[in-house]
C-alpha cells in the first residue's frame, strides 16, 4: 500500500519525533524510505537569501552528515533507505516532491525547528498536507524524540467509519497495522442527531420524528457492523454513538481511550466529488484539533485534484 514514504527533516528533535513511527510503518508494510532535509534560502522576504560560500559549504557539510546518519541508523533497522538534500522553500519543495515522484506516503512531524507554539500543527505541515495529494501521517510532537530510534508500538488504534466504501478504504491499512503490532482495532460509528432549525423549542411531534430517525440509524449502524466483521479476519471492537456532532464525539472519545494512532480516508460519505478539497470537515477536524498521531489515506489520486484560483495565480506568475 505505501510502497515509498518520505520523510522531511529539518535537523530538530521535534521532527525527528516521527522516527520511531516511520521504522513501524515502514516494516508493516515494507516500504522505502526517503529521507529528505530542505536547506531555507528564501526565507520570509521571498527572495533568496545573500549567502556566503564558505558559510553555505559548511552548512552542507552539515546537512550531509546529519541526513547520512539518521539514514545509518534506519538502514540499521533494516529499512531501504535513501537521502537527499534539496534548497528553498521547504514546503513547496516537499510538495514538489510529492507530486512529482512516486511517493505513498508523506509522515510530518506536528512541529519542527519553529517550536511547539499553540497552533495544532505548525505552518510548514499545513502548507505540505493542503498541497502534497497525497497520504500523510501527522505525529504528534509533544514527546521529544527519544536518544535511540526505536520502533514504537501501537496498543489502540481507531478507525471512523460512517458506512461509506470510501470510508473503508483504510481498513486495509488499519488491518495491517493491528496485526504487526498485535494492537486492539476500534471502530466507530458516530450517528449524528438530525438538526431541525425552529425558531421555537421542538415539538413532541418534531421530538418523536427526531427519536425516529436516530433509531433507524442506530440500526442501521450495527447492521453494517455485524457485516463488516463477517468481512474482517481478525476481530474489531465496535463502537456505536449518538451524538449532535461528530467530530465532537470523536475528539472525546479519542482523548478518553487514549488512542496511539487514529486512520482514516480522507473523505468519506458526504464526499461530493469536489476535487479541490483535500480532505473532508472530519479529517480536517482532527489534523486541526486532534492530539493523537494519525494516518490520512488520500482517497483522490493525484491526476484527479483540481488547481486553485491561487495556483493557477501564482503559475501565471511564474511562482509554484
Same mark, same amino acid.
Given at each position: 500500500?505505501?510502497?515509498?514514504?518520505?520523510?522531511?527533516?529539518?535537523?530538530?528533535?521535534?521532527?525527528?519525533?516521527?522516527?520511531?513511527?516511520?521504522?513501524?510503518?515502514?516494516?508493516?508494510?515494507?516500504?522505502?524510505?526517503?529521507?529528505?532535509? @530542505?536547506?531555507?534560502?528564501?526565507?520570509?522576504?521571498?527572495?533568496?537569501?545573500?549567502?556566503?560560500?564558505?558559510?553555505?559549504?559548511?552548512?552542507? @557539510?552539515?546537512?550531509?552528515?546529519?541526513?547520512?546518519?539518521?539514514?545509518?541508523?534506519?538502514?540499521?533497522?533494516?529499512?531501504?533507505?535513501?537521502?537527499?538534500?534539496?534548497?528553498?522553500?521547504?514546503?513547496?519543495?516537499?510538495?514538489?516532491?510529492?507530486?512529482?515522484?512516486?511517493?505513498?506516503?508523506?509522515?510530518?512531524?506536528?512541529?519542527?525547528?519553529?517550536?511547539?507554539?499553540?497552533?495544532?500543527?505548525?505552518?510548514?505541515?499545513?502548507?505540505?498536507?493542503?498541497?502534497?495529494?497525497?497520504?500523510?501521517?501527522?505525529?504528534?510532537?509533544?514527546?521529544?524524540?527519544?536518544?535511540?530510534?526505536?520502533?514504537?508500538?501501537?496498543?489502540?488504534?481507531?478507525?471512523?467509519?460512517?458506512?461509506?466504501?470510501?470510508?473503508?478504504?483504510?481498513?486495509?491499512?488499519?488491518?495491517?497495522?493491528?496485526?504487526?503490532?498485535?494492537?486492539?482495532?476500534?471502530?466507530?460509528?458516530?450517528?449524528?442527531?438530525?438538526?431541525?432549525?425552529?425558531?421555537?423549542?421542538?415539538?413532541?411531534?418534531?421530538?418523536?420524528?427526531?427519536?425516529?430517525?436516530?433509531?433507524?440509524?442506530?440500526?442501521?449502524?450495527?447492521?453494517?457492523?455485524?457485516?463488516?466483521?463477517?468481512?474482517?479476519?481478525?476481530?474489531?471492537?465496535?463502537?456505536?454513538?449518538?451524538?449532535?456532532?461528530?467530530?465532537?464525539?470523536?475528539?472525546?472519545?479519542?482523548?478518553?481511550?487514549? #488512542?496511539?494512532?487514529?486512520?482514516?480516508?480522507?473523505?468519506?460519505?458526504?464526499?461530493?466529488?469536489?476535487?479541490?478539497?483535500?480532505?473532508?470537515?472530519?479529517?480536517?477536524?482532527?489534523?486541526?484539533?486532534?492530539?493523537?498521531?494519525?494516518? #490520512?489515506?488520500?482517497?483522490?489520486?493525484?491526476?484527479?485534484?483540481?488547481?486553485?484560483?491561487?495556483?493557477? #495565480?501564482?503559475?501565471?506568475?511564474?511562482?509554484?
Amino acid at each position: 500500500m505505501f510502497k515509498k514514504i518520505l520523510v522531511p527533516l529539518d535537523k530538530s528533535a521535534l521532527a525527528e519525533s516521527v522516527l520511531p513511527h516511520v521504522i513501524t510503518v515502514a516494516r508493516t508494510f515494507q516500504s522505502s524510505i526517503s529521507l529528505l532535509v @530542505v536547506s531555507d534560502t528564501n526565507r520570509s522576504s521571498g527572495r533568496p537569501l545573500s549567502v556566503d560560500p564558505l558559510e553555505w559549504q559548511i552548512k552542507r @557539510v552539515e546537512d550531509d552528515a546529519y541526513i547520512q546518519r539518521i539514514k545509518t541508523e534506519l538502514k540499521n533497522a533494516g529499512l531501504e533507505t535513501e537521502a537527499q538534500l534539496m534548497e528553498g522553500n521547504p514546503p513547496e519543495n516537499i510538495v514538489e516532491l510529492c507530486r512529482n515522484s512516486d511517493i505513498d506516503l508523506v509522515i510530518l512531524s506536528s512541529h519542527g525547528k519553529s517550536g511547539l507554539t499553540g497552533w495544532n500543527v505548525s505552518s510548514v505541515v499545513h502548507k505540505v498536507i493542503q498541497r502534497a495529494h497525497t497520504s500523510v501521517m501527522i505525529v504528534r510532537a509533544y514527546h521529544p524524540a527519544p536518544t535511540k530510534i526505536e520502533p514504537v508500538d501501537y496498543d489502540r488504534l481507531l478507525v471512523p467509519l460512517d458506512g461509506s466504501m470510501r470510508a473503508e478504504s483504510i481498513i486495509p491499512a488499519a488491518i495491517s497495522l493491528t496485526e504487526s503490532n498485535r494492537a486492539e482495532l476500534h471502530l466507530v460509528y458516530v450517528v449524528e442527531k438530525p438538526g431541525m432549525p425552529s425558531r421555537m423549542p421542538l415539538n413532541q411531534s418534531d421530538l418523536e420524528l427526531t427519536k425516529q430517525i436516530v433509531e433507524r440509524n442506530l440500526e442501521e449502524a450495527q447492521d453494517y457492523f455485524d457485516h463488516l466483521q463477517d468481512r474482517i479476519a481478525i476481530e474489531i471492537k465496535p463502537t456505536i454513538l449518538v451524538d449532535e456532532n461528530v467530530a465532537d464525539a470523536l475528539h472525546s472519545l479519542i482523548e478518553e481511550q487514549n #488512542v496511539d494512532l487514529v486512520l482514516l480516508s480522507a473523505h468519506g460519505y458526504g464526499y461530493t466529488g469536489q476535487t479541490l478539497r483535500p480532505y473532508g470537515r472530519l479529517a480536517m477536524s482532527l489534523i486541526e484539533h486532534g492530539t493523537s498521531s494519525m494516518l #490520512v489515506l488520500q482517497d483522490i489520486s493525484k491526476g484527479e485534484f483540481s488547481m486553485s484560483k491561487a495556483e493557477y #495565480v501564482a503559475k501565471d506568475q511564474g511562482g509554484r
